[in-house]
């Protein structure tokens, strides 16, 4: 038993990191209906940003560490999200008239630019997140161990999630991004300034991504420019499971994710965890085609 | 009976001459690029024929997804999964059993093949992108069980070392000169499979389902069926060439067999142009041979790559050669 | 005077819905060997939902639609055109990236069996098959005057020859029953006027039609037998003349459709007919 919450745990943990990162590909194909193959990479590039500001002399000592932390995230989420804002303009507004696959191969070649990019930067060799940027604090709770950063991530995906929830839900700018996911003309007929909120949803995405890959970087301290591919898929797979283009889709199907991962290495075993993680994927797309949250779409004939 | 109708704007273009490019390669083309295809393993360097030699197993791979996603929109990202299929059966069967590879390469064809069928049956429905991410699902599922050794088979990470190799009349083809002929005969032999299917029934029912489902089951075809044809060629044409670069690379391990593998297979495709068999060999090149010729900026290639991508898909999203068939089919028809 | 008729497509208390609304509720009808028969109603009455029924891309909750003898409910879409059904849509299909003459060689797949193997071969049964194949194809595309477009590109076609070539392409299919939704929908008068000339030329080549149409001087110049659909339900059927005076079929259209004067366009069919028949 202990060893099932521990990896329930385990699972949220990573399943938060995923979540953020899905959240990523289920808004911009909710909006534009193309799977951005470069978002793993925006998280990446995220983790190396924090990876660059954490070394620096910021967490010296001069600011408290809770500080530091903040600053870290923000300003590599803003990074990021500028990113993010110049890929769309420059690799993907000039296809939005042309088929799906292209998008979709432009979008692969902006992840290999952006890898390899990072690659030159930061050079091909793992690099590490300093031991100290997080302290190293543990709880114990009803005989498992929880650590600081586990609540950091949780709180701050958690966080971040109930605010982009309530914003797309509860405001005037949401509801815009809700109507031109429905459809792009007759939200432009409306008034609604389409490029703009494809622009918006390039700042959203790629900002959340980034903030996941700082947590990540802090969480295992490791990071190497191939990781927006392996958490970039892993993150894909938990959009589509959840039903892609749905908001609330993208965190179940994160949080799915993560708990079925960490208990398949827990019971199963570690090499076998993520074979069980695609069973259970086209297992579930056998039964509903759309995913969990997904709706029916039936075409109009 | 049938009612007049005005032709104000009589768009018909039967009576323009063809493309130049097209006359010319038919005329001149063709002959002349066989000739150089000949020639060019005597002028050129190991090196180089190496990189031919690679392009050619590429240009087998592209044709096979080509069938799937070029001619029946189905969107497969995943193909490296069957081209593992052939060359392990291959690796491992040649290994322990010592059976010849000219019998493997049928037989880890079918063995692609079956694994196609199977594994495509319950998911053939799915709808683009969800069949994406299973058959990205299907590589790593793949991919994985060959990493972790399943019964001692697959030799996890390292691999299994292939030592037999194709022999004709007894000599072994060894050198990559002999390889460059072996997988260029193969890839002749497929174009001209491929384009007699294209040009068949079959080919043509793959392309009115990736143009309109609905309407092609109105027409009177099982679309499930068409597809599922589609996918089980496709993976066993993969397979079979999974055999010829075992032989070539000697080592397979899993490696070789990575989802990256599988969206190059698949940009050289939507490089190419879909449904373009000229397409499949010109993208395959850009795939494979440009990154050799940008060696000497050795670690901004594929930085460079990457651009090179993004800029075609921009400038020329339709292809680098693409499909312009139907109406060469129709002069031949008229010719007959 | 119906009783005498051959039946050839049979649809019995046919019902079907979504969510909670009864899209066809309890539908009968009947369609006579070698007729016009057509279906008419204001928007949303249930009439495409009938037609999907039919071809099978709907299953309904109950009833049956009996062609030719045989039972069609439970066929999948390809297996009702084999079975002799052909059909257009409402919102044109074509094979946009494919030349007129493919777009109507496709209807001929169900009737030809050409495998990998023979078509790898080139046998002679293969090629055979394949003139075949182009002879009726050609005979379709000149049924419809389309001949010269044949090497256009579907999506290059001006509007009135995207309709027809749909026409051309279900006739490819050789079919005992040509289903067409709404065949006139955005074509001008002298269009129209082409296409119920045509339809006619089908129907007298022995092949039998059923429509849905919101183009008054069609339905009523061609048909020799309508029906009246509201709500999901049929609430009149007749000959052209003894629809356009029921009481409850100008109740329908008036009292649903303000913009659809069904009454002024009925009448003005009558006209048209009378000027039309000899």
Not at chain 1, 153 to 181: E, N, P
Request: hydrophobic share 50%.
């Amino acid at each position: 038993m202990a060893l099932f919450i521990e990896q329930l745990v385990n699972g949220l943990t990573v399943g938060a990191v995923y979540s953020l990162v899905a959240l990523g590909y289920t808004m911009v194909y909710g909006v534009m209906r193309m799977i951005n193959f470069a978002h793993g990479d925006f998280f990446m590039i995220g983790s190396y940003l924090g990876f660059t500001l954490v070394s620096s002399a910021l967490l010296g000592g001069a600011i408290p560490l809770w500080a530091a932390l903040i600053v870290v995230v923000v300003l590599s989420m803003a990074g990021v999200a500028l990113l993010g804002v110049i890929v769309e303009r420059a690799a993907y507004r000039p296809l939005r008239r042309s088929s799906r696959l292209t998008a979709v191969v432009s979008a692969i070649g902006v992840s290999i630019f952006l890898q390899n990019a990072v690659m030159l930067i930061w050079g091909p060799r793992y690099r590490a997140y300093p031991p100290w940027s997080v302290p190293s604090i543990t709880w114990q709770v009803g005989g498992i161990y929880i650590n600081f950063m586990q609540v950091l991530i949780l709180a701050v995906s958690f966080g971040l999630m109930v605010a982009l929830y309530l914003f797309v839900q509860r405001t005037t700018v949401g509801a815009a991004i809700r109507a031109t996911a429905i459809d792009h003309d007759t939200a432009r007929l409306m008034g609604i300034d389409v490029d703009q909120i494809i622009r918006l949803i390039f700042l959203i995405g790629p900002a959340l991504g980034a903030a996941a890959g700082v947590l990540l970087g802090l969480y295992y301290r490791q990071i190497h420019f191939t990781v927006g591919w392996t958490y970039g898929l892993k993150a894909f797979t938990a959009a589509i499971m959840g039903g892609i283009g749905n908001i609330p889709g993208a965190m179940v199907g994160g949080l799915l994710l993560g708990i079925l991962e960490m208990l398949g290495a827990g019971y199963i075993s570690s090499a076998w965890k993520d074979v069980f993680v695609f069973l259970i994927l086209i297992l579930l797309l056998m039964f509903r085609p759309t995913g969990l949250l997904g709706e029916r779409i039936a075409e109009k004939v | 009976m049938a009612g007049r109708v005005e032709r104000a704007n009589s768009a018909s273009r039967l009576g323009t001459p063809l493309p130049l490019v097209g006359s010319y390669l038919s005329k001149w083309g063709l002959p002349v690029i066989i000739g150089i295809g000949i020639i060019f393993p005597h002028v050129a360097g190991n090196y180089w024929i190496d990189v031919a030699v690679f392009w050619g197993i590429y240009v087998l791979l592209g044709l096979s997804l080509n069938i799937i996603v070029g001619e029946v929109g189905l969107f497969n990202m995943g193909h490296s999964a069957f081209f593992a299929i052939g060359a392990y059966t291959t690796a491992i069967l040649s290994e322990r059993f010592g059976v010849s590879l000219w019998l493997l390469l049928p037989l880890s064809g079918l063995a692609a093949g079956v694994a196609g069928y199977i594994l495509a049956k319950p998911i053939i429905h799915l709808r683009g992108d969800y069949l994406l991410i299973v058959t990205i699902g299907l590589n790593e599922i793949i991919r994985i069980t060959l990493l972790n050794n399943p019964l001692g088979l697959t030799g996890g990470p390292n691999g299994i070392i292939m030592l037999d190799q194709f022999r004709i009349f007894g000599h072994a083809i060894e050198r990559p000169m002999d390889f460059y002929y072996l997988v260029w005969a193969f890839v002749a032999i497929t174009v001209f499979v491929l384009i007699r299917i294209q040009r068949s029934r079959i080919g043509r029912c793959w392309n009115y389902v990736r143009e309109d489902e609905i309407a092609a089951q109105a027409m009177g075809i099982d679309t499930r069926w068409a597809k599922l044809i589609a996918f089980t060629l496709g993976a066993a044409i993969a397979g079979a060439t999974g055999t010829v670069f075992a032989a070539k690379l000697v080592v397979i391990s899993p490696e070789s067999f990575t989802f990256m593998e599988s969206v190059i297979l698949f940009c050289i495709v939507i490089l190419g142009g879909m449904g373009s068999i000229p397409g499949v060999i010109l993208g395959s090149a850009g795939m494979m041979v440009l990154p050799e010729l940008l060696r000497n900026f050795a670690q901004f290639r594929m930085l460079f790559f990457g651009l090179a991508l993004v800029l075609m898909m921009i400038f020329r999203p339709q292809g680098l050669w693409p499909s312009r068939r139907w109406t060469t089919i129709l002069r031949e028809g008229e010719g007959e | 005077m119906r009783a005498e008729e051959q039946v050839l497509l049979k649809l019995n208390k046919l019902t079907k819905n979504f969510g909670g609304l009864k899209a066809v509720d309890v539908f009968d009808l009947d369609v006579a060997s070698g007729s016009i028969t057509s279906l008419i109603g204001p928007n949303g009455a249930g009439k495409t939902t009938v037609f999907n029924l039919i071809t099978g891309i709907y299953r309904p909750e109950a009833g049956s639609i009996e062609f030719d003898g045989r039972e069609l409910i439970g066929r999948q879409p390809h297996q009702v055109a084999k079975a002799g059904i052909a059909r257009t849509f409402q919102t044109l299909r074509l094979f946009e990236n494919l030349t007129c003459f493919e777009n109507v060689l496709s209807g001929q797949h169900c009737r030809t069996c050409s495998g990998i193997i023979s078509s790898v071969l080139g046998t002679s049964a293969q090629r055979r098959e394949e003139a075949e194949v182009r002879g009726e194809a050609e005979r379709c595309l000149k049924l419809v005057d389309m001949w010269d477009f044949r090497d256009e590109l579907a999506r290059n076609l001006p509007y009135g020859y995207r309709r027809r070539l749909e026409i051309a392409r279900a006739l490819a299919t050789q079919p005992h029953l040509l289903v067409l939704d709404e065949p006139a929908g955005g074509l001008n008068e002298k269009e129209s006027a082409d296409l119920m000339e045509l339809i006619q030329g089908i129907r007298d080549s022995g092949i039998t039609i059923f429509l849905i149409e919101h183009d008054m001087q069609v339905v009523m110049g061609i048909s020799d037998w309508v029906a009246v659909m509201d709500n999901g339900r049929k609430i009149s059927e007749g000959t052209p003349y003894d629809v356009q005076h029921d009481a409850r079929v100008i109740e329908a259209y008036l009292g649903t459709d303000d913009d659809d004067d069904f009454y002024s366009k009925a009448s003005a069919g009558e006209e048209w007919e009378g000027e039309g028949r000899t």
